[in-house]
Structures are given as C-alpha cells and as structure tokens.
C-alpha cells in the first residue's frame, strides 16, 4: 500500500467584505447624472460642462486606484464613454445646455426694444433674429441666439456699433466681411466705431452644424 | 497580497485624468480647448499609452 503526499489544497479566493471603491465611484456618478439630467429636464440650470469633466478626473483616478485589484472593463468604458461625449462637444462647440428646448422648424424673431430681448434658441431648423427694428440704447446691448442644427440669422440695425461672437461647431460663420469654414469655426469681427460708440450691439450668435450668417443693412 | 498591477487600467485611468483636467480648463475658460488640436492630442496620447502599456514590466521577484 503506497501512500502519496497530498497536495497542498489551493488558497481560497480571498474574502469581499464590499464593492469595491471603483464600483461605488461608479454608481453614485451614474446617480448624479440621472439626478443632474432630472434637474435639467426640470429646468434648473445644470452647469454640465464642468461636471462632465470633472467627473471624468473622478473616474480617471478610481481606474488608477482600481488598477491593483486587476482591470477595470465598466470604468474604462465609463470613462472612454464621457471622453468621447467631451470631445464631440468641444469640435461641435456644443456646450451641453438643452437646445432641445427651442423645438424644431422656422422661427422669425423681430424684439423692438430691449424689454422684447431674451435667448433664442432653435434645435433644428432656421432661426431668423431680426433687430432691424430694435431701438438700440446707450451703453451695450447684448443678444444671444443659438441653433443646433440649421441657420442662424441675424439682422442688424442700421448705425448702430457691432460686434459679432459667431461660433459654428461644424459648418460656416459669415460677419462683417469674414468668412470662416470647417470645424470648430469662431468669429469675433467688430465694426471700427465699436469702440468709441455710445450705443453698441454684441450678438453672441452659436450653431453646432450648420450656418451663422449677421446682415446689416 | 498577492495583487497584480493592471497597467491598461493604470494608464487609462491616467489619459482620463489628464484628459478631464483638459475640458475643465476649457469648461471654466482658463484654457480655450479648440476642435483642431483634438485629433493631435489624441494621437500623443495613443502613441503615449502604447509605449505605456508595451514597456516591459519590472521582475520584482528578482
């Protein structure tokens, strides 16, 4: 009768007394985004282009923390995920706010005094600002439109000291004179009295594909 | 413990960081992040994590 040496029996696996860090970090970002995105959807002003970011450090360094308990697949793809998300709003000049909001089709907007002035916003389609009519004070009048996709158009009055902010993610931003084209495209042109006039516009104009185009008579 | 470094999750974990600091500095206007230097940025940072994951690692029984 022989009798052979037994075999040390393998190390148990070693015992979780939790989730790991990692998997928690992940969770409560997947919960600030939803509460975040339901605070948007309510209309609370939800400063996404800071918290993607910085949510996206937050992931980073629970990847590296993790990376000692071997490889974390759903916080790399959680990170890739928001990279790729960043990226396309920085090349589209998309800023993350709700475009959404403006609903979809043509728009014509005539305000006539400063009172009638607020953001217009258009998701898809053309959105005419006409200030041809606007009775533009003394000091600095500031307009602001945006469009997802489509046409922006602005109008300005005659006589009046401009400067234009066009930005265009992926398309075309035509002002004063200037043209700029492709990715990523910003114009800020201002006419040679902007400086020293009483009364002076700024349109802050934005377009994440297509066109912004500023007429003046 | 007998852990073992994952160094994919090391070094993506590191690009996240940096690529997170970057939009940061962009989101609050410190540093204006334009779409013409997203496709360079991404290549260094390719070329960087290759080289990262595909050094050889150091024998510690050694």
Excluded: C, K
């Amino acid at each position: 009768m022989s009798t052979e040496p037994l075999e040390p029996a393998p190390a148990p696996p070693p015992t979780r007394h939790g989730p790991a860090a990692a998997t928690v970090l992940a969770g409560a970002l997947l919960v600030l985004v939803g509460v975040g995105w339901l605070l948007d959807a309510n209309g609370v002003a939800v400063p996404w282009r800071a918290v993607l970011p910085a949510a996206l450090v937050a992931v980073g360094l629970a990847t590296m923390a993790g990376a000692v308990r071997g490889r974390q697949h759903g916080l790399m793809a959680l990170g890739l995920a928001l990279t790729i998300v960043l990226a396309v709003a920085v090349a589209t000049d998309w800023d993350l706010e709700p475009t959404v909001a403006g609903g979809v089709g043509e728009r014509v907007r005539e305000p006539v005094t400063t009172a009638d002035l607020r953001e217009y916003r258009l998701a898809v389609g053309t959105l005419t600002v006409d200030l041809g009519g606007l009775q533009v004070p003394e000091g600095t009048t500031v307009v602001r439109a945006r469009v997802g996709i489509g046409e922006l158009v602005a109008r300005a009055p005659a006589g009046v000291a401009l400067r234009v902010d066009g930005r265009a993610g992926v398309g075309q931003v035509r002002a004063l004179d200037r043209d700029e084209n492709g990715l990523g495209n910003r114009l800020d042109a201002r006419t040679d009295d902007f400086d020293t006039a009483t009364r002076r516009l700024v349109l802050e104009l934005r377009a994440g594909i297509g066109e912004v185009r500023v007429e003046r008579p | 413990m007998n852990q073992r470094l994952d160094r994919l999750s090391l070094v993506a974990g590191l690009v996240f960081v940096v690529a997170g600091i970057v939009f940061l500095l962009d989101a609050l206007e410190v540093w204006q992040l334009r779409g013409d230097y997203l496709v360079p940025l991404a290549l260094i940072v390719l070329g960087v994590a290759v080289v990262a994951t595909g050094w050889p690692a150091r024998d510690r029984r050694s």
